[in-house]
């Protein structure tokens, strides 16, 4: 279930390198085999566009898809619901001379999709259009200063807490990372966890460390490593305290992506995902609360991570120009449509801040505090030069650190060793 979110957004691995697995949206169908092909009705006498999308979960989201597609009156767009590792069924096609026109891809296409020439540059066709956008989404699906995909919608983390346990504990919302461990100690009760980040201990949290104690991928040149600082390493010991303090959930009945965990009760504290908040809102009312991630230490800053589809059109289709104009009326032009994807199917964010006031999820309560949240203090999943075996490097790191305490020193140094040298290759 929301197996495409927790690839994305929990930046270990080689998922993130091959830009294969979606931030919104989920397969809660699981890896089935094959896809499941749809065709709008035909919509104009222009070119035969075909379209793909992976397995989304939310109900309604591939109905809605094919009605967008079927409302465009220059082309006829074929719209190709994949079930299963869209990652491997994406990357297997565009080595073929028979690709998709126009696909979707986690936070765009990636560094070695484009490299290839795999997609077509779309710069001239958001033109300037792209300020609408969140700069950062675009700036995540750009290259070199061209735009490689247009953002559809966005997802997030956020730290869920009960309003009412924090409140009877004595302790308030933390907005610094001993706060955090206050409240999730305080809480704490032989009933309920303090804080569940995920069944392995660990999670997506250690882009969280990252981001929240004032580091970042890389330096400001992609040269190196951005997270070789001292202030990292404390927030690995930090977390690595909490690990070991009997206030960290370590045993859910769902995982981090999944809300049942805290909508069940089992902890009065989540780091979990946006898509999760309608579940949430179902059982708890409104004795819920949501907040960015802490700030470390003392160069820290509040801070969270968000995912998005990008659209890319593929350089090798037959009809990229056709293709490019689809994509530019579907995902910049047609607010209504953007509205509808971001706010009836499931909850999510609108890639143009502008048409967050339009959701009506994510107009009070909750949902408002979580679109500030995103505008305040979102920062990108990952960087596009992000690749997997940095990701299966960083990952290893971190567990070592946190569950075998090892010297975060140590274990990051051989860390920035890989990325130093990926970034040599990738820029080589």
Request: charged share 20%; aromatic share 10%; proline share 4%.
């Amino acid at each position: 279930m929301n197996l495409s979110r927790r690839h994305l957004l929990t930046l270990t691995g080689a998922a993130v390198a091959t830009g294969a697995l979606a931030a919104c949206g989920s397969n809660k169908g699981g890896l089935e085999s094959g896809s499941s092909p749809s065709v709008s009705a035909p919509a104009g006498s222009g070119a035969t566009l075909t379209q793909w999308y992976h397995e989304y979960g939310e109900p309604g989201t591939q109905e809605a898809v094919k009605k967008y597609a079927a409302a465009y009156d220059k082309a006829t767009v074929q719209v190709k619901w994949n079930v299963g590792d869209y990652a491997k069924l994406l990357s297997a096609a565009l080595l073929t001379n028979d690709v998709p026109d126009l696909f979707e891809s986690e936070m765009g296409p990636n560094i070695d999709m484009i490299k290839a020439g795999q997609v077509a540059d779309l710069t001239d066709v958001v033109g300037d259009d792209a300020k609408k956008f969140d700069q950062e989404l675009i700036e995540r699906m750009s290259y070199e200063g061209k735009i490689y995909g247009i953002p559809q919608v966005a997802d997030m983390h956020l730290l869920y807490y009960r309003k009412s346990l924090l409140e009877k504990a004595g302790v308030k919302p933390p907005t610094t990372f001993k706060e955090l461990v206050t409240a999730a100690e305080a809480v704490k009760t032989k009933d309920i966890g303090g804080l569940f980040v995920g069944n392995d201990g660990i999670g997506p949290i250690a882009a969280a460390l990252l981001y929240a104690s004032g580091n970042d991928w890389f330096d400001p040149n992609r040269t190196k490593a951005g997270f070789l600082d001292k202030s990292f390493y404390d927030a690995l010991t930090g977390f690595r305290d909490l690990f070991n303090s009997g206030a960290l959930l370590q045993s859910a009945s769902k995982d981090w992506f999944d809300g049942s965990p805290f909508a069940n009760e089992e902890t009065a504290m989540q780091w979990g995902g946006l898509w999760s908040m309608t579940d949430i809102q179902k059982a708890l009312g409104d004795d819920f609360g949501v907040l960015p991630f802490p700030a470390i230490g003392s160069k820290g800053k509040q801070a969270t991570m968000f995912g998005a589809f990008g659209t890319c059109v593929a350089a090798k289709g037959k009809n990229v120009e056709a293709a490019k104009q689809y994509a530019k009326w579907l995902w910049v032009d047609q607010t209504e449509y953007q509205v509808d994807f971001a706010n009836n199917y499931g909850t999510h964010v609108p890639a143009q801040p502008a048409l967050a006031s339009q959701c009506t999820k994510l107009a009070d309560g909750a949902g408002a505090d979580a679109a500030k949240i995103f505008t305040e203090f979102g920062r990108p999943a990952s960087d596009i030069m992000w690749s997997g075996a940095m990701g299966d490097a960083f990952g290893a790191a971190v567990s070592n650190v946190v569950k075998k305490n090892a010297d975060p020193a140590k274990e990051m140094a051989a860390v920035g060793n890989k990325v130093t040298a990926e970034l040599k290759r990738l820029n080589g």
